[in-house]
């Protein structure tokens, strides 16, 4: 199982962003995936998820739910991450993540959850 984060970059605030997670190894499309954040000094925060393509359900943290959306394609094998309104507490580097135990079903609570694959992280900065 692997995972590839990538679609980082320096953005101004305001802005948007895609973020993709591409898997091989697995069938993608039978997992939920889930993307996490990690600022300098701070802890790991989970922003978002997307289950299994039998499942589908979505859930954000409040502090993007409004501004960004994850999404997944199965016949490319990726999840989506479009951030738009783009702050500079946004800025982070980004990790998209499952385990074998998120096999076709739904979100699990990302605080609690332990996921066993990390994809490799993308940076997100956002700042003038």
């Known amino acids: 199982v692997q995972l590839q984060a990538s679609g980082g970059g320096l953005v101004q605030p305001g802005g948007s962003l895609r973020l993709s997670c591409e898997g091989s190894?697995?069938?993608?499309?039978?997992?939920?995936i889930a993307w996490f954040r990690q600022a300098p000094g701070k802890e790991r925060e989970g922003v978002s998820c997307?289950?299994?393509?039998?499942?589908?359900?979505?859930m954000y943290v409040d502090s993007v739910r409004g501004r960004f959306t994850i999404s997944r394609d199965n016949a490319k094998k990726a999840v989506y991450l479009q951030m738009s309104n783009l702050k500079p507490e946004d800025t982070a580097q980004y990790y998209c993540?499952?385990?074998?135990?998120?096999?076709?079903?739904?979100?699990?609570?990302?605080?609690?959850?332990?996921?066993?694959?990390w994809g490799t992280g993308t940076p997100v900065t956002v700042s003038t």
């Open positions: 997307i289950g299994s393509s039998t499942d589908g359900n979505t």
């Open positions: 190894g697995f069938s993608l499309e039978n997992f939920a």
């Open positions: 993540a499952t385990a074998l135990s998120l096999w076709n079903r739904g979100c699990p609570n990302l605080r609690h959850y332990r996921m066993e694959y």
